[in-house]
Nanobody, 126 residues
Framework: QVQLVESGGGLVQAGGSLRLSCVAS????????MAWFRQTPGREREFVAG?????????DYAASVKGRFTISRDKVKNTVYLQMNNLQPQDTAVYSC??????????????????WGQGTQVTVSS
């Protein structure tokens, strides 16, 4: 049974940092596409950052987080991270990780992912 479990969310002041973790179990996702999405009440889930397929998978970022957030993975730990710096109130959301079993040509599309975590709340105060 595949599971993705996020952690690391919390309350932080504007300008602060958090690092989210997503631990996968049940199978290896060491070279698989993995991504972070976020959602706020009343809004659709949006793409934040993603790692593409491959040994050295390139990364994609939403324009709103580029330069502030960094996605990475530890293949040994089967874990993907999201380092979030200079957080702003508009970053407040539930952050979820996602994983795909296959190559994805459109990493920003949530429909392309096979597995999802339950999410972790990030709240940024002004």
């Amino acid at each position: 049974q595949v599971q993705l479990v996020e952690s690391g969310g919390g309350l932080v002041q504007a300008g602060g940092s958090l690092r989210l973790s997503c631990v996968a179990s049940g199978r290896s996702f060491s070279n698989s596409p993995m991504a972070w999405f976020r959602q706020t009440p009343g809004r659709e889930r949006e793409f934040v950052a993603g790692l593409r397929w491959g040994i050295v998978g390139s990364a994609d970022y939403a324009a709103s987080v580029k330069g502030r957030f960094t996605i990475s993975r530890d293949k040994v730990k089967n874990t993907v991270y999201l380092q979030m710096n200079n957080l702003q109130p508009q970053d407040t959301a539930v952050y979820s990780c996602a994983a795909s079993l296959e190559y994805i040509d459109s990493p920003t599309s949530q429909d392309k992912y096979d597995y999802w975590g339950q999410g972790t709340q990030v709240t940024v105060s002004s």
